[in-house]
């Protein structure tokens, strides 16, 4: 049998999808529990040796697993990485390479399978949840096909709640099972996070936890995926 393992899902691009992974890779892993946390592909990631590569999803996500970015560490969270900060399919395709939905599908299904009992496995998404993944795929079939729950997570900027109530209704509507949402404060934001909180909230029947930048991950949050 094999442990837990939750999709983070974005109502956008853009929106702190990482930031929200790695609050809660954090938050997890300070309350006892044992996490990996992976993002098999990720778009916009210069090589390692790059300076900017710190600040690149994939090293922001090892950091919060308390791990080095070495080669093999880099690999085993994000074996798809392309360069250009667009769809991965565009950015694959810029490269001269591309990215089959089954191959995706079947790396996560093999993590998840060596994910021990008791343990929990996060799978950052890319892009929104209608993002292209692959040239005839997106992030909804890439979700579907790994038959796991979503935690979906929007921003709170203009706009913000007709985006997470959007993406919160197609993954009723394709039976995906979906265990909460956050809402990441995005900088300059007319309205106050908890004010669109409040918004989301009258309209879903799911926990809703706001994270606010600089702020540690609500322990609400925490106990929806914990295994």
């Given at each position: 049998?094999?442990?837990?393992?939750?999709?983070?899902?974005?109502?956008?691009?853009?929106?702190?999808?990482?930031?929200?992974?790695?609050?809660?890779?954090?938050?997890?892993?300070?309350?006892?529990?044992?996490?990996?946390?992976?993002?098999?592909?990720?778009?916009?990631?210069?090589?390692?040796?790059?300076?900017?590569?710190?600040?690149?999803?994939?090293?922001?996500?090892?950091?919060?697993?308390?791990?080095?970015?070495?080669?093999?560490?880099?690999?085993?969270?994000?074996?798809?990485?392309?360069?250009?900060?667009?769809?991965?399919?565009?950015?694959?395709?810029?490269?001269?390479?591309?990215?089959?939905?089954?191959?995706?599908?079947?790396?996560?299904?093999?993590?998840?399978?060596?994910?021990?009992?008791?343990?929990?496995?996060?799978?950052?998404?890319?892009?929104?949840?209608?993002?292209?993944?692959?040239?005839?795929?997106?992030?909804?079939?890439?979700?579907?096909?790994?038959?796991?729950?979503?935690?979906?997570?929007?921003?709170?900027?203009?706009?913000?709640?007709?985006h997470a109530l959007t993406a919160a209704e197609?993954?009723?509507?394709?039976?995906?099972?979906?265990?909460?949402?956050?809402?990441?404060?995005?900088?300059?934001?007319?309205?106050?996070?908890?004010?669109?909180?409040?918004?989301?909230?009258?309209?879903?029947?799911?926990?809703?936890?706001?994270?606010?930048?600089?702020?540690?991950?609500?322990?609400?949050?925490?106990?929806?995926?914990?295994?």
């Open positions: 049998m094999s442990g837990n393992a939750v999709f983070i899902a974005g109502a956008g691009t853009e929106i702190g999808k990482t930031y929200v992974t790695a609050a809660l890779t954090r938050r997890l892993r300070g309350d006892g529990h044992d996490v990996r946390t992976l993002k098999p592909v990720a778009s916009g990631v210069p090589p390692i040796g790059d300076p900017d590569f710190r600040t690149s999803d994939t090293a922001i996500l090892l950091e919060a697993q308390g791990l080095v970015v070495t080669p093999e560490n880099v690999a085993a969270c994000s074996p798809w990485r392309f360069s250009a900060p667009l769809a991965p399919d565009l950015a694959a395709a810029r490269e001269g390479r591309t990215l089959a939905l089954a191959d995706l599908v079947a790396w996560c299904r093999a993590e998840m399978g060596a994910t021990p009992p008791g343990s929990t496995l996060l799978v950052e998404g890319v892009g929104g949840l209608m993002s292209p993944v692959t040239a005839d795929h997106t992030g909804l079939d890439w979700l579907k096909a790994l038959s796991v729950p979503a935690l979906l997570v929007t921003g709170s900027y203009l706009g913000a709640i007709s197609t993954l009723r509507l394709h039976d995906v099972p979906l265990l909460g949402l956050a809402v990441c404060e995005s900088p300059d934001a007319p309205t106050p996070i908890e004010t669109v909180a409040a918004a989301i909230r009258r309209h879903v029947a799911v926990p809703v936890h706001e994270i606010v930048r600089g702020g540690a991950c609500p322990a609400g949050l925490a106990r929806l995926v914990g295994a």
